[in-house]
């Protein structure tokens, strides 16, 4: 666990999960940057740099499409959220991850910036990490959640997926990782799932 900002982030609990996104964050882009890093197990900086055009589908002109009164759009989701490869840790390549469900609800109610989804007070311009850093220790903070830090969101979302008998190769396709040996750093393994392997025995 992570203490005074070494040693690996805390994996959250679903029960983590749920108090962080009800009394953590009142701000709607908080919780929607959450949920993006939860639920595509994506760095805090390439959630920051994620631009509306790799998240929302566009009209003709470019424009963000929306759905609904004028009053109240609802922004239309694309399928998939595309990784730019310049914005990946190494520029290694461009990767896109299906649209879990919770995500596109999130997102659909949320409206994004303008060039990127989650801009900074100063239009145009991506959040910067150290603004998010700072949101997130807080929101732990409130929830009285210790060892947690942005990068929680990341080890929560690849254990959460080796625990549901989800591959290796493919969990690292998700995640983006150079070598499985850099993955399986960030997979916790729960003493319960050490006694059911002893089962199986």
């Known amino acids: 666990?992570?203490?005074?900002?070494?040693?690996?982030?805390?994996?959250?609990?679903?029960?983590?999960?749920?108090?962080?996104?009800?009394?953590?964050?009142?701000?709607?882009?908080?919780?929607?940057?959450?949920?993006?890093?939860?639920?595509?197990?994506?760095?805090?900086?390439?959630?920051?740099?994620?631009?509306?055009?790799?998240?929302?589908?566009?009209?003709?002109?470019?424009?963000?499409r929306t759905v609904g009164k004028k009053s109240r759009p609802r922004y239309v989701v694309q399928e998939v959220?595309?990784?730019?490869?310049?914005?990946?840790?190494?520029?290694?390549?461009?990767?896109?991850?299906?649209?879990?469900p919770?995500?596109?609800?999130c997102l659909e109610s949320f409206p994004p910036g303008g060039v990127y989804v989650f801009e900074s007070t100063s239009p145009g311009t991506a959040m910067l990490r150290r603004t998010v850093d700072y949101a997130f220790r807080a929101a732990f903070k409130t929830c009285r959640i210790q060892g947690a830090s942005t990068h929680s969101l990341r080890r929560t979302a690849i254990t959460r997926l080796h625990a549901s008998g989800v591959g290796l190769r493919t969990i690292q396709?998700?995640?983006?990782?150079?070598?499985?040996?850099a993955l399986q750093r960030y997979i916790e393994v729960s003493d319960e799932q050490v006694s059911a392997a002893i089962q199986l025995l």
């Open 102 to 105: 919770a995500l596109r609800a």
């Open 173 to 181: 396709r998700i995640s983006g990782h150079r070598s499985l040996a």
């Open 1 to 64: 666990m992570k203490i005074n900002r070494h040693g690996q982030a805390r994996v959250l609990s679903e029960k983590e999960v749920q108090a962080v996104l009800k009394k953590g964050f009142i701000d709607a882009k908080y919780q929607a940057l959450f949920q993006a890093m939860l639920y595509t197990g994506c760095r805090v900086s390439e959630a920051c740099s994620l631009r509306t055009a790799d998240v929302y589908e566009l009209d003709e002109s470019g424009s963000v």
């Open 81 to 100: 959220i595309t990784f730019r490869r310049a914005s990946t840790k190494g520029g290694i390549s461009t990767r896109s991850i299906p649209v879990h």
